[in-house]
C-alpha cells in the first residue's frame, strides 16, 4: 500500500515538473495590450509621444520576459505579472492626461489666433499711418497684399481648429505665420521711423 | 530480529524501485532545467528588441521605414516561433528556427540602425543649406522681386512661399527634419516659380537692349562733340548718371513709380518715360513739392505721335490725356518705388545734380545699357 502511495505521489510530482509550475497571466497580458492599444487611440502618439514610446516598448519586454518564463523548466509568471499590472495602470493613467494635454495645445493655439488676429490689426493700423499719397502707396499695396496672404491662412487654421485635428502641427502653423507678421510689423515701424527722422 | 524472508525482500526491492524513480526525477529535472535554461534565445531577442528602439527613437520610421519594418517583421516572426516552440513540451523543443529569426533581426536592425543616423544627419544638414540658400536668394532678389509690376497672384504665392519657409524653419528647430523637409521644398517651389516669372517678365524686357545700347551710344557721342554734359537715367539696375563731354562723372541712385517697365504711354500710368529729353526748366523752393527738381520736356514729338498712334488703335481711351510734368525730383532714397512716374532722387544727391544741369541739358532715359545677367549680378543675384 506504502509503495502504490509512493508511486503516485512520484507521478504527481513528474505530472507537476512536466507542466512547470506556473500559469501565463493571460488576463494581465489582455489588459496591457488593450490599454496601450487605447492610449494610442487616445492620440497618445501625438501628444504624449515620449510616453507612449515608453509603454511600446514596456510591452515588448513583458511579452519576451512572458516567453522567457515559458522557455524555463520551472516557470514563475509572479513578477512578469506584476510589471504587467502596473504597466497597465500607467497606459490608464497617460490616456487620461492625453485629452488635458490635446486641449492646452488647442488653447495655446487658439490663443495664438488671437495674438496673430491682434498683432495683423495693429499692423495693418500702422499701415493706416504710413505715409499716404503717392509716396507709400507702392509699399503699402504690398504689404496689404502679405498681410492678406498671412490672414487667410490664419483663418483656414481657426477653421481647423474646430475639427479634430493635430493641434500641435496647427500651432507650427499660426508659429509661421506669427513670425512673418511680426518681421512686416518690424519692418513698417522702422520705416516710419526713418521717415520721421528724415 | 530481522530476516531475509520473502515478504522483507520484496519490500526492499520496492523501496529501492522507489528511491530510484525520485532521484531519476530530481536528476533529470535538474538536467531540463539547466538545459533549457542556456537554451533559451532571450538575449538574442532582447537584443533586437533594444536595437529597434534605438532605431525607432533615432527616426527610423521617417530614415529607413523599408528596413525598420523589415526588422519588425524578424522580430515578430522571431516571437511567434519562439512562442509556438514554448507550447511543445520541453525535450521537443527547438530555438534555432527563433535564432535565425534573431540573428537576421539583430543584423537587419544594426543596418537600420547605421542608415537612420546617416539619412538624420545628411537630412540636418541638407534642411538647413536649402533654408540658408532660399534666405540667401530671397535677401538678393526680394528687393527686385518687389520693384516689379507683377500680378497680385504672383506676389500671393511668393509670401505663400515665404510663409512655409518659417515652418520650415520651425520644423528643423524641433528636430523634424523630414517635416521640415518637405515644407522646405514646398516653399521653394513657390518662391523660385514666382522668380521664374519675375525674370521672365525682366527677359521681355530686355529685348529693347540692344536699341537702348545704340540710343546710349549716339547721346555719348553727341555728348564728346558737343563738348556737352549728359544726363542718363536707368530702370535697371535703378541709377542716374551724370556724363561730361561722354564721361561719366557721377552715379545716383534713383527711384521711380510702380509701372517703371516700359515706356509712358498716358497720363496716370505711373510709368516713366523712355527717350531722349532734356530740361525743360529748374525747380527748386516753392515750385517743387520735391525738395528741388528739372523738369522734363515729356511729352516730346515723337510721345506725341505714339500717343496719336495708340488712341487711333483703341488702346488707349478717349478721355485720357498724354500726361506731363515728368521729373527728375529729390526727396527720394526711400527703398520702393512710389513715384508716378517720375524720376527720384535722394536730397543730397539731388543738390549736386541740380547744380550741374542746366535749362536744356539732354537726358536720355533707357531701360538697361548692360545685359539682363551683368543687371542682375550688379543686384547680387546670379542664376545657378
Redesign the interface.
Known amino acids: 500500500m506504502k509503495?502504490r502511495l509512493?508511486?503516485v505521489f512520484?507521478m504527481v510530482?513528474?505530472a507537476i515538473?512536466?507542466s512547470g509550475c506556473g500559469k501565463m497571466p493571460q488576463e494581465s497580458i489582455r489588459a496591457a495590450k488593450s490599454a496601450v492599444d487605447a492610449a494610442k487611440n487616445a492620440q497618445a502618439d501625438i501628444y504624449m509621444a515620449s510616453e507612449y514610446?515608453a509603454l511600446e516598448?514596456s510591452l515588448?519586454?513583458m511579452?519576451?520576459k512572458i516567453?522567457?518564463e515559458?522557455?524555463?523548466?520551472?516557470k514563475d509568471f509572479g513578477e512578469v505579472k506584476t510589471q504587467l499590472e502596473a504597466l497597465t495602470v500607467q497606459a490608464e493613467k497617460v490616456t487620461t492626461a492625453v485629452p488635458a494635454k490635446k486641449e492646452a495645445v488647442k488653447t495655446e493655439a487658439e490663443t495664438m489666433v488671437t495674438t496673430i488676429k491682434d498683432n495683423l490689426a495693429a499692423t495693418r493700423t500702422l499701415l493706416a499711418k504710413a505715409p499716404r499719397g503717392?509716396?507709400?502707396?507702392?509699399?503699402i499695396?504690398?504689404i496689404t497684399?502679405?498681410l492678406?496672404?498671412?490672414e487667410t491662412?490664419v483663418k483656414e487654421v481657426e477653421a481647423a481648429l474646430r475639427e479634430d485635428i493635430n493641434y500641435a502641427e496647427a500651432l507650427?502653423?499660426l508659429?509661421?505665420?506669427q513670425?512673418?507678421v511680426t518681421d512686416i510689423n518690424t519692418e513698417l515701424t522702422e520705416?516710419i521711423a526713418k521717415?520721421k527722422g528724415r | 530480529m530481522f530476516s531475509f524472508t520473502e515478504k522483507n525482500m520484496r519490500k526492499i526491492r520496492g523501496k529501492k524501485w522507489g528511491w530510484s524513480v525520485l532521484a531519476g526525477i530530481v536528476l533529470g529535472g535538474t538536467g531540463l532545467f539547466l538545459c533549457t535554461k542556456e537554451g533559451s534565445p532571450e538575449g538574442e531577442i532582447e537584443e533586437v528588441r533594444q536595437l529597434l528602439a534605438e532605431a525607432e527613437g533615432a527616426g527610423a520610421l521617417n530614415y529607413s521605414p523599408q528596413l525598420y519594418k523589415e526588422t519588425r517583421f524578424l522580430y515578430d516572426s522571431a516571437m511567434i516561433s519562439w512562442r509556438e516552440e514554448n507550447k511543445k513540451w520541453i525535450v521537443f523543443r527547438d530555438y534555432s528556427t527563433v535564432r535565425s529569426y534573431a540573428r537576421m533581426a539583430k543584423e537587419k536592425g544594426k543596418r537600420t540602425l547605421e542608415q537612420t543616423r546617416e539619412k538624420h544627419q545628411n537630412s540636418r544638414e541638407n534642411l538647413q543649406a536649402g533654408i540658408d540658400r532660399l534666405r540667401e536668394e530671397m535677401s538678393v532678389f526680394e528687393p527686385i522681386f518687389n520693384l516689379l509690376p507683377l500680378p497680385a497672384e504672383m506676389k500671393e504665392k511668393y509670401t505663400q512661399g515665404k510663409l512655409l519657409l518659417n515652418e520650415a524653419e520651425i520644423a528643423f528647430k524641433k528636430g523634424d527634419y523630414p517635416g521640415g523637409s518637405d515644407k522646405s521644398v514646398r516653399s521653394s517651389v513657390l518662391v523660385r516659380y514666382a522668380y521664374e516669372e519675375a525674370r521672365k517678365l525682366l527677359e521681355a524686357y530686355f529685348v529693347q537692349l540692344p536699341q537702348w545700347q545704340a540710343q546710349l551710344k549716339t547721346a555719348l557721342e553727341n555728348s564728346r562733340e558737343r563738348k556737352d554734359e549728359l544726363i542718363v537715367v536707368e530702370k535697371f539696375p535703378p541709377r542716374c548718371v551724370y556724363y561730361e563731354r561722354g564721361e561719366m562723372k557721377y552715379t545716383f541712385k534713383v527711384e521711380f513709380g510702380k509701372n517703371w517697365m516700359g515706356d509712358k504711354r498716358c497720363e496716370g500710368d505711373r510709368a516713366t518715360p523712355e527717350g531722349n529729353y532734356r530740361v525743360e526748366r529748374k525747380l527748386e523752393g516753392n515750385a517743387t513739392q520735391y525738395y528741388k527738381a528739372l523738369l522734363l520736356n515729356y511729352p516730346n514729338r515723337e510721345d506725341e505721335k505714339e500717343f496719336r498712334q495708340l488712341k487711333r488703335r483703341g488702346k488707349i481711351a478717349a478721355e485720357i490725356g498724354i500726361g506731363g510734368l515728368i521729373e527728375i525730383h529729390g526727396k527720394g532714397g526711400r527703398g520702393t518705388y512710389w513715384t508716378n512716374g517720375c524720376v527720384a532722387l535722394a536730397n543730397e544727391d539731388m543738390n549736386l545734380l541740380y547744380s550741374l544741369a542746366r535749362k536744356g541739358t539732354p537726358i536720355l532715359i533707357i531701360g538697361a545699357s548692360i545685359s539682363l545677367e551683368k543687371a542682375l549680378k550688379n543686384y547680387g543675384y546670379a542664376k545657378n
Open positions: 509503495n509512493f508511486l512520484a510530482m513528474m515538473l512536466a514610446k516598448d515588448n519586454v511579452m519576451q516567453e522567457a515559458n522557455s524555463k523548466f520551472m503717392k509716396e507709400g502707396r507702392a509699399a499695396t504690398q497684399g502679405e492678406n496672404v498671412i491662412r507650427d502653423r508659429n509661421a505665420a513670425k512673418s520705416a521717415k
